[in-house]
């Protein structure tokens, strides 16, 4: 089965840093300093991601009420807000999920417009990617594909995040990568790219935790 093999694949054993809950932890310390109440763990990874992302003041603002928004705008580094590649990495490739949960938590993401957009052209201009077993099976997960788009917004380790996401980019397609990573950025969806990072909050934190 498609989903249980790639599950499988993005389960891959625990971090060294740890399961994804001493990770959250990790970045609750950061991450609540800069806020006047506590947050659920859900809420730390949401702030965290759209902190790593391009325009992260814009996005806060579509993912979290209005005060704790803009307390963290006032923040001048966003990036120790942010997740870390390490805690990306230690978070996304010990994702574990059921294809149930995974379908109903991404379905409203998966069929948004411009989300759909990058969904074809990631597939058209990275096509020998995509020709690879390990790399196909996890880009038949949607929740993978919430993890690349969300991945390629990323301010720094763009690529290295993509790898993680869905097992590494071959060679031939690194440029194209970057054309696709240049174009999502360009004309930036604050919506899509807000609902994807809520989506894997979720994902990590069912029911908020």
Same mark, same amino acid.
């Given at each position: 089965?498609?989903?249980?093999?790639?599950?499988?694949?993005?389960?891959?054993?625990?971090?060294?840093?740890?399961?994804?809950?001493?990770?959250?932890?990790? %970045?609750?310390?950061?991450?609540?300093?800069?806020?006047?109440?506590?947050?659920? =763990?859900?809420?730390?990874?949401?702030?965290?991601?759209?902190?790593?992302?391009?325009?992260?003041?814009?996005?806060?603002?579509?993912?979290?009420?209005?005060? %704790?928004?803009?307390?963290?705008?006032? =923040?001048?580094?966003?990036? =120790?807000?942010?997740?870390?590649?390490?805690?990306?990495?230690?978070?996304?490739?010990?994702?574990?999920?059921?294809?149930?949960?995974?379908?109903?938590?991404?379905?409203?993401? %998966?069929?948004?417009?411009?989300?759909?957009?990058?969904?074809?052209?990631?597939?058209?201009?990275?096509?020998?990617?995509?020709?690879?077993?390990?790399?196909?099976?996890?880009?038949?997960?949607?929740?993978?594909?919430?993890?690349?788009?969300?991945?390629?917004?990323?301010?720094? =380790?763009?690529?290295?995040?993509?790898?993680?996401?869905?097992?590494?980019?071959?060679?031939?397609?690194?440029?194209?990568?970057?054309?696709?990573?240049?174009?999502?950025?360009?004309?930036?969806? %604050?919506?899509?790219?807000?609902?994807?990072?809520?989506?894997?909050?979720?994902?990590?934190?069912?029911?908020?935790?």
């Amino acid at each position: 089965m498609v989903v249980a093999d790639t599950i499988t694949y993005l389960a891959g054993g625990l971090s060294s840093m740890g399961t994804h809950r001493d990770i959250v932890k990790q %970045i609750r310390g950061r991450v609540e300093k800069k806020v006047s109440r506590c947050l659920t =763990d859900a809420e730390v990874l949401t702030i965290a991601l759209a902190a790593s992302c391009h325009a992260p003041v814009n996005l806060l603002e579509g993912v979290c009420n209005r005060q %704790i928004a803009r307390e963290l705008s006032r =923040d001048d580094n966003m990036k =120790d807000t942010a997740v870390s590649l390490k805690e990306f990495q230690g978070l996304f490739s010990t994702l574990r999920t059921t294809g149930v949960r995974v379908e109903e938590c991404v379905s409203c993401t %998966i069929e948004n417009h411009a989300f759909k957009k990058f969904v074809s052209s990631f597939e058209s201009d990275l096509k020998c990617t995509l020709m690879e077993r390990d790399q196909k099976l996890a880009w038949a997960v949607p929740a993978v594909r919430v993890l690349v788009y969300v991945a390629l917004h990323s301010e720094v =380790d763009t690529e290295e995040r993509v790898n993680c996401s869905i097992g590494g980019v071959v060679r031939a397609d690194t440029r194209r990568l970057e054309d696709v990573r240049a174009s999502l950025e360009d004309a930036m969806d %604050i919506y899509s790219l807000g609902a994807s990072v809520l989506t894997l909050s979720q994902l990590m934190c069912p029911g908020g935790q």
